[in-house]
């Protein structure tokens, strides 16, 4: 199953080449962004022309790789940087929706210790 609510999504918002399959995608996962491909993460890399998304999940036994491709428009991006960074499942609903990763606020986490 595609991300699960708890699964944490990481963005790498330099552009790249994208005739990287899986295993480019694994070895860039592995080598540049440091982060371990098989650890059920999600993964979302972008083209150069803001209108391609590929994102590159483990599960169980083998790779997913999705795939986006805008017919008309593009996604709104923030700049590009070599730096990962994590994003929501909110903020993973409104990228693919057309609206930018920080365009609205996202809502502080909360670790409740006492409750009614």
């Known amino acids: 199953m595609l991300n699960p609510l708890t699964t944490q999504i990481w963005f790498y918002p330099n552009p790249i080449d994208f005739r990287k399959q899986i295993?480019?995608?694994?070895?860039?996962?592995?080598d540049s962004l440091e982060k371990h491909p098989t650890s059920g993460e999600l993964f979302l890399f972008r083209n150069r022309g803001a209108?391609?998304?590929?994102?590159?999940?483990?599960?169980?036994?083998?790779?997913?790789?999705?795939?986006?491709?805008?017919e008309?428009?593009?996604?709104v991006?923030?700049?590009?940087s070599d730096s990962v960074f994590s994003i929501t499942n909110q903020q993973l609903s409104w990228l693919l929706s057309g609206i930018g990763l920080f365009s609205?606020?996202?809502m502080e986490s909360m670790n409740m210790q006492h409750f009614y």
């Open 23 to 30: 295993d480019g995608l694994v070895i860039l996962v592995a």
């Open 51 to 70: 209108d391609k998304l590929k994102i590159l999940y483990w599960e169980e036994n083998g790779f997913w790789l999705y795939y986006k491709r805008l």
């Open 72 to 75: 008309k428009g593009r996604f």
């Open 77 to 80: 991006f923030p700049p590009i």
């Open 104 to 106: 609205h606020p996202v």
